[in-house]
Every structure is written in structure tokens, then in C-alpha cells.
């Protein structure tokens, strides 16, 4: 007689699903996507079930009964779970941890999903005459009411007790409304420009059906207002739309902004909300009342009911790209879930990304430009700065200190950009020539000097700042280079009179502190801003005329392959701040490399031309995106094994036809955290053929000598070789 089986992918760094014994009393139950709780080892998992019950072999003793059947219905609807079968396959990544990632914490450890009703308060025309007529002593029924007087609120807006609340309604001031009753309209947007009003008509006509579509715009020509209105015509049409942010950093100002011109059922979903926010967050995409979710990369894996538009912003970001454990890129899993709803999606970027302009280029995306700026001002005014001779004070030399007074003079903000944060990347001794060094990695420790600290940016370690040299004993210690810290101290006392504020992932800690800060600087209460590519990212300071790029070398010679590309990018980005509310904007970027061909390129020519220069370059090195790249790696703590496994794995990949195979490398910092790394590249001019590779050699890595001891991964479309 043959057994009842059901199919259960449970998260586990094993590349196979495991088959259960199904009691005849859950087989109605068990469904595709359901979750389920299940015996593994000497554990107890939540599983998911990838295949509903089919008869088995035998008399199934060699097979355990699954224990609970955790959902009425399945959690995962049959769209997302097609989705993450094919990023599981697509990123060779176990599909049980696939699964996994796709739910908020409390549903991955079994909790029911419960979608609570949230409750609103209005103000009734007896709270309207109560409001007028009660005696002043009633402080805190007073205070509801005005607070509810003006405009509906949900009860942890109210701030008030639980007895006041309950009085207000009792006696019919105050009436209670669930998430479908009290629904708020938005306000209309202001008029299209020409450009816009081009933009969208292209995209109208396009209709709801599949496609790509590039929407490059210059910083301030208003790719937002494109977003808005092509939101407004999916949710007429009773669909939801999904906006992907590269930081959490952007979350609330874009939330802001679309739930005033959108009204209700507009929701964030990130890392920083709390675990239960984002758990209700997931629960109301998947019952259509989240009608908008704007979120970081994870966002891509929220259930929807009726998705119709998919929003990259920033689609060039790095950001999007998880560069541990499952390693997928938000931006292409939103293009493949798109293609597989047969709905549309955006990509928003004023440098967007080579590969992304090759799509355009040869047809595959559709490609809306927007040119002018909304206000119809003109770009600022880039000044290449050699800085070769000229005494630099703290990283700032005297043309550029003169530049930002003048601007302060004029009643304008100034931002000062430097990707490097700390006080200086090296503390040398004058004496012996020592570097603070890392005990962990192969890079040196950075000097943060506001905290008397030696922070290595690589594995998080840290050390008190010596007090003498720990080589030879002397005192000379110095700081070597510049970070973000040394400028904010050297304009804080060159500029006593104007407050200079910082923002780096030292200084902010938590997105509520950044949005605060962001908030100060709109409203003109900091003149001097310092801080790394979070000030890049989508930003608007009205009051922002002139832009200080304090060194543009770092990515000039830089060791991957994307470092030129990257460092177009951050420069176009930071420099598109100055003067988007119509005053003139000056940015002047410092370089000991004035002559370098392709920073002249960018400065003169534009970031259009730098890409058609870089395209030319990849092709000829046969890199992305006229080819695709796989990258094995692997660490240990034992120096020698990484390279022995890569080794050993290297002949599971070099029989399959159209993949090329390279030998083993130390990685580009061979040292880190502790762990000796190395990698393994492969190369394919067809997609398919690496992804055949893949599909054959994966599996099996688990079964050479060394795989139990070293830590090894697959990382498909790598966003660097390092």
C-alpha cells in the first residue's frame, strides 16, 4: 500500500527539499505554499510546502510525520512562490532559505498571520458643538477633540489615555471608522511640464501590459511626479503599486509625499520598523489594503493581491544588491516579477546603471528622457580643481574654503562630500613608520577621533587610540588623510558662526534621527553639511548652492571594475543637489588627477558620455553586461583551505559548454574578520549557458573533501570581484 508524501522545503543550507509522512487527518489541509511544522534532526522547523500530497513508495516507515499544519490557507500565494522558485534556481541558493526571506520574522518561527483592523477616529458634528461649549476644565477631552478636529487619526496619534477616549465616544463626539471607512483622499499634483507631460503620455501608451521602461531624468526634473501620476492610474484601476528605495533613508520623505498626494494605504516596509509593523505591513499588501508599499530590496518579496506597477527609484544603487547569504538584486527579481505579472515596471535614475543603458540602447527597455530641470534652471557649474601644489588644510585647499564663504556670504547652504568616514584612514608614527593595522584584515584601522577609537571599516573592530607608538615607543603619532569628521571639525572652526552638521553611518544611527536631521537642513537651521553618498541619494535642500566633492581620486584608480562607473555616478549624484530651487548652483571637485581622461569626459561631456566610453571599455574585456559573471567564494580561518576547495570545485564546472573558468584567486583584501578568502570566476556570453553550470556543479559542492570546512558561496551578477 503506498504513503501519503507531501514535499516540504524547510530552511536549511541543503539544495533539496525532504519529503513527510502526511496524516490522513491533514492531507485536506496541505496545499502549496502552507506552512508547516516538521521534524529535522533533533529540531523542530517551520517549513513550507513546495509540493501538495502525492502517493509515495513502500509502506513510508522510512519517512516522519509532518506535525502541524499551520495555515487554514496557504501564507504563500501561488505567484510569490513561483517567484522564489525561480530566484532559488536563478541565485543557486537553497530554496527553503528563499522562502524563508520572503517572510517577516514572527510568520518564518510559525506565528499565525493575523491581519489586525486598524481603527480610526473622526470628529462628529456633537464633537463639533462639544468643542465650542466645554468648560475649560476638561483639558484632556479638549485636547482630543482638537487634535481629532483636525483631520482623522489613528489611535497612536491621539496621544491620550485609554479613559479619555472611551468618554469621547460614549458620548458621541468622537466616532470610530476601520481602514475601508475612513479611506482619505489626496490632492492633485501640480501640472505636468512639456517633458513630463511627453514622459507620460509614452508611458500611457505603453498601456498596463509588461515592459521595461528607463525613466532617466536629470536631478530636479521631477521623475517623482512621473511615478505619482502612473501610480494614480493603477490604483484608479483598482491595483496596488510597489516602490523600491535604495536606503531607508528616502522611506519617509517619499511616504510624506505620497501620502499627501495619494491619501490612505500608503505604507513603508524596511529593516528599521519594528518587527510587528512589518509583519502587519506584509499581511496588508497580501489583503489589498496596502495600496502602495514603499520599501528597501526586501520589499520585492511582499505578497500583493493585484500588483500592477513595479517602481525601482535610484535603479543604479548598489544598495539593491544583498551582498550576503542569499545574494539577489531587488532590481532584477522586481523585473522578473514583473514580466511574470505581465504588468510594467519603472526604472528611475539620473546615472543609470551600464547595464541598464545598455538595455535601452538596444531596445529591450523603453527609454523616457527627461532633460530640463522642473524649474527650468540650469545645471550647476562643475569646476575641476587640481589641488597638485596647493596647500591642503585638513583636505581643503584655500580656492574651495574661499568658494564656501563667498556662497555662506550669500545667504546659501554648502555640502562638503567625502565617501570616507572618520577622522583620518591612517594614524602613523612620525617615528617608525608603524600604521595601525587590523588585526583581522589586511587593511588599516581608521582613526574616529570624536570617539578616542581605531575602528577597522572592513570587520568592525575596534581599539583605544594608542598613546605612543606600539613599534618603537614614540609619541609622534599623526593622522594621515581626511574623513568626514576631520571636515565637520575644520569648517566647525573656520566657520564658528554657521552650525555644520554631519551625516555619515557614524553620526546617524537610526532613520528617525536621519529624518530629523534631514528636516533641520530643509529649514535652513544647518548651513554647512558634511557626510558621505547618504547625502547623494535623492535629497532635495532647497537652499543648497554650492557643492565641494573634496577628493574625486579614490575610485580613479580603483581595483574593481566598477569603480570608474560608481564614482560617475556619486559624482552626477552629489553635484545634481546645488541649486534645484532656481538659484545658482557651483559644484568644484578637488583632484590630484585633473588630466585623468575619463574625469574630463564627466565634467565636460556629461555622465552620457562616460557611459559610452565605459561600454566600450567592457566589451572589449569581455565584462557585463556583454557578459555574465559567477563568482564561487570561499573562507576559512585555516589559511590554505579556501584555495584547496576552489581547487577541487574547479573541475565540477569546467565540462559544461559555453562557461568560462578561471583559476582560483585570493580575493582582493585576501584577509577579513579573520578569515583567509579566495574566489573562483566564471564567465558566460549566454546567460543560459551559466545558469546550466551552475545548475549542474552546485549541488555538488557539498560533497568535496573540504566543504564542511570552509564557508562557501555563490553570488550570481557579482556588484564587484573584491
Known amino acids: 500500500m503506498s504513503t501519503l508524501l507531501v514535499s516540504v522545503a524547510v530552511p536549511v543550507p541543503l539544495y533539496r527539499t525532504f519529503d513527510y509522512r502526511v496524516p490522513p487527518a491533514l492531507a485536506p489541509m496541505l496545499r502549496r505554499g502552507s506552512r508547516v511544522r516538521v521534524p529535522f534532526g533533533r529540531r523542530s522547523l517551520v517549513g513550507i510546502v513546495v509540493q501538495p500530497p502525492h502517493e509515495g ?230 489583503a489589498g489594503v496596502a495600496r502602495v508599499v514603499i520599501g528597501t530590496r526586501s520589499a520585492v518579496w511582499l505578497p500583493f493581491a493585484q500588483l500592477g506597477l513595479i517602481v525601482v527609484d535610484e535603479e543604479h544603487d548598489t544598495s539593491y544588491k544583498q551582498q550576503d547569504g542569499f545574494r539577489y538584486s531587488a532590481r532584477d527579481v522586481a523585473i522578473l516579477r514583473a514580466q511574470k505579472l505581465g504588468i510594467p515596471v519603472l526604472l528611475g535614475s539620473a546615472t543609470p546603471s551600464l547595464e541598464t543603458v545598455h538595455n535601452a540602447r538596444t531596445g529591450r527597455y523603453h527609454h523616457v528622457r527627461l532633460e530640463r530641470r522642473v524649474r527650468d534652471t540650469p545645471p550647476p557649474q562643475v569646476r575641476v580643481l587640481d589641488v597638485r601644489g596647493l596647500p591642503l588644510e585638513h583636505g581643503l585647499s584655500p580656492p574651495l574654503v574661499q568658494a564656501i564663504d563667498r556662497h555662506l556670504d550669500a545667504g546659501g547652504q554648502v555640502l562638503l562630500f567625502l565617501n570616507r568616514r572618520g577622522y583620518a584612514p591612517v594614524l602613523l608614527c612620525h617615528a617608525c613608520g608603524w600604521s595601525a593595522p587590523c588585526a583581522h584584515c589586511d587593511a588599516h584601522m581608521t582613526l574616529h577621533r570624536g570617539r578616542d577609537l581605531l575602528i577597522c571599516h572592513h570587520c568592525g573592530a575596534q581599539q583605544r587610540v594608542p598613546r605612543a607608538c606600539p613599534s618603537c615607543g614614540a609619541t609622534a603619532l599623526i593622522a594621515v588623510g581626511t574623513g568626514t569628521e576631520r571636515i565637520e571639525q575644520a569648517l566647525a572652526n573656520r566657520f564658528p558662526q554657521h552650525r555644520v552638521v554631519r551625516l555619515d553611518s557614524d553620526r546617524i544611527t537610526s532613520a528617525r534621527a536621519l529624518h530629523r536631521q534631514l528636516a533641520e537642513i530643509r529649514e535652513g537651521c544647518a548651513r554647512i553639511l558634511v557626510g558621505t553618498q547618504i547625502l547623494a541619494k535623492g535629497h532635495d535642500f532647497p537652499n543648497l548652492s554650492l557643492v565641494g566633492i573634496v577628493s574625486a581620486d579614490q575610485a580613479l584608480y580603483g581595483s574593481d571594475f566598477r569603480a570608474i562607473e560608481r564614482m560617475g555616478q556619486l559624482v552626477t549624484q552629489v553635484a545634481g543637489r546645488a541649486g534645484r530651487a532656481g538659484q545658482p548652483g557651483e559644484v568644484w571637485l578637488q583632484t590630484h588627477e585633473p588630466g585623468h581622461p575619463l574625469l574630463r569626459l564627466l565634467v565636460e561631456q556629461g555622465y552620457a558620455a562616460l557611459c559610452d566610453a565605459l561600454l566600450v571599455e567592457r566589451e572589449q574585456a569581455g565584462l557585463p553586461p556583454y557578459t555574465h559573471l559567477a563568482l564561487l567564494r570561499a573562507e576559512a580561518r585555516a589559511p590554505a583551505l579556501p584555495l584547496r576547495f576552489l581547487h577541487a570545485a574547479r573541475p565540477l564546472f569546467t565540462g559544461q559548454p559555453g562557461v568560462e573558468v578561471f583559476e582560483p584567486l585570493p580575493a582582493g583584501m585576501e584577509r577579513r574578520g579573520g578569515y583567509t578568502r579566495a574566489q573562483l570566476l566564471l564567465r558566460a556570453h549566454r546567460r543560459a549557458a551559466l545558469q546550466r553550470a551552475l545548475a549542474a556543479a552546485v549541488p555538488r559542492l557539498d560533497t568535496l573533501a573540504d566543504a564542511r570546512r570552509v564557508r562557501w558561496s555563490i553570488d550570481v551578477d557579482p556588484y564587484d570581484l573584491m
Do not use: N
Open 57 to 286: 513508495g513502500a509502506d513510508g516507515t522510512e519517512f516522519r510525520d509532518i506535525e502541524a499544519v499551520l495555515d487554514s490557507t496557504p501564507l504563500l500565494g501561488a505567484e510569490l512562490l513561483a517567484l522564489c522558485e525561480w530566484a532559488a534556481a536563478y541565485y543557486a541558493h537553497p530554496l527553503g532559505e528563499v522562502l524563508m526571506a520572503a517572510l517577516p520574522g514572527r510568520l518564518r518561527q510559525g506565528a499565525p498571520g493575523e491581519l489586525e483592523r486598524r481603527e480610526r477616529y473622526a470628529l462628529t458634528a456633537a464633537g463639533h458643538t462639544a468643542l465650542t461649549t466645554l468648560p475649560a476644565r476638561y483639558r484632556a477631552l479638549r485636547a482630543l477633540l482638537e487634535r481629532v478636529h483636525a483631520g482623522v487619526c489613528a489611535r497612536e496619534e491621539l496621544q491620550t489615555t485609554a479613559g479619555v477616549l472611551r468618554r469621547a465616544v460614549e458620548r458621541g463626539w468622537i466616532e470610530v471608522q476601520t481602514d475601508e471607512s475612513a479611506a482619505l483622499p489626496g490632492v492633485p499634483g501640480p501640472a505636468p511640464t512639456d517633458e513630463q507631460h511627453a514622459a507620460l503620455a509614452a508611458l500611457a501608451a505603453a498601456g498596463g501590459r509588461f515592459g521595461v521602461h528607463l525613466v532617466e531624468g536629470v536631478t530636479g526634473s521631477g521623475k517623482t511626479e512621473i511615478y505619482l501620476r502612473r501610480i494614480e492610474a493603477v490604483l484608479e484601476a483598482g491595483a496596488q503599486a510597489l516602490v523600491l528605495a535604495p536606503e531607508i533613508s528616502l522611506t519617509p520623505q517619499l511616504e510624506t509625499r505620497f501620502c499627501e498626494r495619494l491619501g490612505d494605504g500608503v505604507c513603508s516596509f524596511h529593516s528599521a520598523l519594528p518587527e510587528h509593523e512589518r509583519e502587519q505591513v506584509w499581511l496588508q499588501a497580501r
